[in-house]
């Protein structure tokens, strides 16, 4: 009866009384199923339901737009994600002909951890030259996205319970990140214009700080830092190396920079280069992958950059053998390849850019004319308007999902001040949105009087 009506139970089910039972008094496997699903607590870690209930706001949001979308069709908005809808450089298509045409021996194979030897070159020649700094082969490691290059990275240089500095507005998910290594997070909020607070960060840092993780250009509020405040943070970082190597002479270690700069290219003000975090310190570590510049976030590719500064082949091994402990092994061979042709050939970004400045420009007239407050980006695809007086984010988030807009509260990015609204759609939703923002606006302003 029970391997024709119950389940073919796994070792763990067979373990369960209720297996038993079932077996003596048949019942439906459904109903098993149920009982089982009721101690689901002892299967899954305490750890892992902690983080169940912290699961990633915008990813929950952007899953209920394409719900509302099959009842709503097209009157959807979807601010949520930075899934863009703009296409990468003309380049990169031409790149993936090529490379199915006639594709390398080697294009579906293991790569070596580190990646293609010749794209990691490729990319510390485009470093080079945006950083104004000399970086080599041997800088530049792949990995699976951005996210899996801060993962490598805090994997290699954390000690377990040191501290990492990170200023918010931030990308929600560092906190994540980087209580994974069982470390402990501590949030500096910037400045009301969003440079960073470089005295609070001094205040922040005690013995147990190990790295300050900044995301130039930030998701959410497109801030840029300044020359200034990324040279006086080095000042500040630099001081307390010196005052480490005093205190404690046998094992002084500097407290590191890790710099997110996955929004490096989409930078609106080309007149003002964004300042090399290199230039300006040299214990520094790069990430950044070709989600967001070359819109390809499914392709899941990005890279580290280590410091000229440095670099060392005990550090290469370290980061190497990190990102084999985390499971990633390398990162996808056939883009590393398209990307490595892409390189090589060169691109103009300069469409790309001309696209993302349109929506930007539109969607910010847009949050102006509603009467919302709300600074332009100098980078990124974000707009970040402040929150009408009188209501929460989540509140105006929620008027705003009855408008069928949606848009991300700012406490996603530890700033309840605001609402984060991604502009990389088409451009109809963006003039889709006017009327519904606009009333959302005056619901929020009423709901305050
Ligand atoms: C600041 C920041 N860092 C990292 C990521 C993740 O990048 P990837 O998709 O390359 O892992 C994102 C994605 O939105 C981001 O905004």
Known sequence: MWDEQCLDGTEKEKSHPLYFFSYHFPLPASFFRFI????????????????????????KIFEESNQRRQTHGSDVCDFSLGNSVVSPP??????????????????????????????????AKCLTKWHNVEISKDCVLMACGASAAINIVLHTILPADSEVIIPTPCFGEYIRYVENMRCKVVLVPCLPNYELDVEAIRAAINDKTRVILLNNPNNPTGKVYSQKTLVDLSKVLMDVFEHRKETTPDNPSPVFLLSDEIYRLIHYDQSTPIFSTFAAYPYSFLVSSFAKDFALPGERIGYICISPALVDQCLIDALSSSTRVLGYVGCPSMMQHVLCKCLENGFDYAPVLAEYRKRRDRLHAILLDAGLQCPLP??????????????TDKEFADLLRAQNVFVVPGSSFLDPTSVRLAFCVDMDVIEKSAPKIKLATQQARAHHN
């Open 90 to 123: 003309q380049a990169f298509r031409e790149a993936l002909q090529q490379i199915s045409l006639d594709p390398p021996s080697n294009v579906h194979s293991y790569l070596p951890t580190t990646g293609l030897p010749q794209l990691r070159e490729n990319i």
């Open 36 to 59: 089982m699903s009721l101690s689901l607590v002892s299967i899954v870690s305490q750890t892992t339901l902690a983080e169940l209930g912290r699961a990633s706001n915008t990813r």
């Open 378 to 391: 100098e980078a990124a695809v974000y707009l970040f308007p402040k929150v009408p007086e009188g209501v």
